[in-house]
T-cell receptor, first 116, second 115 residues
Framework: NAGVMQNPRHLVRRRGQEARLRCSPV?????VYWYRQLPEEGLKFMVY????????ESGMPKERFSAEFPKEGPSILRIQQVVRGDSAAYFC??????????????FGQGTRLTVV | AQTVTQSQPEMSVQEAETVTLSCTYD???????LFWYKQPPSRQMILVIR??????QNATENRFSVNFQKAAKSFSLKISDSQLGDTAMYFC????????????FGQGTTLQVKP
């Protein structure tokens, strides 16, 4: 029973490059959430996706950041033209539904992005 | 908008003793959920305990228990018989009803358990 799998665990990019972070949810889960954790801070919600749809992107920066969750394959968080301020740990979580009885989302181990 | 505040950036406790981590929150919702997560150096987010706001009884999970004061909007975590493996960052989190996955986290408290 694999949990949420994120890769890579560590990613180093030079300023101006693109970063692609991957998240494979728990098998059977169709809801994916991305969070960002800056050093010494709590996780901040970025975006919520359900297969092929962005449901809530209220926490996403307006520029350079995008996310997708295709019908087949992992969810991808893409950061274009990275800057030093993008250095953070990015976490993915998944759940099987959002109904009244379900309250838990399962987290991956995160991807630590370092921009040099 | 909801906010979660953890006012203790760092705490320490001797092994086998009891420690309490504080958390306050602000919301206008009447039904919601509160969580404590543990983040060890591995970075894995581990759910420690959860509390439904409509339940008056405080949640308990082995050595972990909460003191939920809904009127005061307070949600503290008590760790009894502290173990070295409890050393980690602890985050308090709020979630609106039927908003699974969209959590609002506090800033975290670093807990050091000393031998």
């Amino acid at each position: 029973n694999a949990g949420v799998m994120q890769n890579p665990r560590h990613l180093v990019r030079r300023r101006g490059q693109e970063a692609r972070l991957r998240c494979s949810p728990v098998k059977g889960h169709s809801h994916v959430y991305w969070y960002r954790q800056l050093p010494e801070e709590g996780l901040k919600f970025m975006v919520y996706l359900q297969k092929e749809n962005i449901i809530d992107e209220s926490g996403m920066p307006k520029e350079r950041f995008s996310a997708e969750f295709p019908k087949e394959g992992p969810s991808i968080l893409r950061i274009q033209q990275v800057v030093r301020g993008d250095s953070a740990a990015y976490f993915c979580a998944s759940s099987n539904d959002r109904g009244r009885g379900n309250t838990e989302a399962f987290f991956g181990q995160g991807t630590r992005l370092t921009v040099v | 908008a909801q906010t979660v505040t953890q006012s203790q950036p760092e705490m320490s406790v001797q092994e086998a003793e009891t420690v309490t981590l504080s958390c306050t929150y602000d919301t206008s919702e009447s039904n919601y959920y509160l969580f404590w997560y543990k983040q060890p150096p591995s970075r894995q987010m581990i759910l420690v305990i959860r509390q439904e706001a409509y339940k008056q009884q405080n949640a308990t999970e082995n050595r972990f228990s909460v003191n939920f004061q809904k009127a005061a909007k307070s949600f503290s975590l008590k760790i009894s018989d502290s173990q070295l493996g409890d050393t980690a960052m602890y985050f308090c989190a709020f979630m609106k009803q039927r908003a699974t996955g969209k959590l609002i986290f506090g800033q975290g408290t670093t807990l050091q358990v000393k031998p």
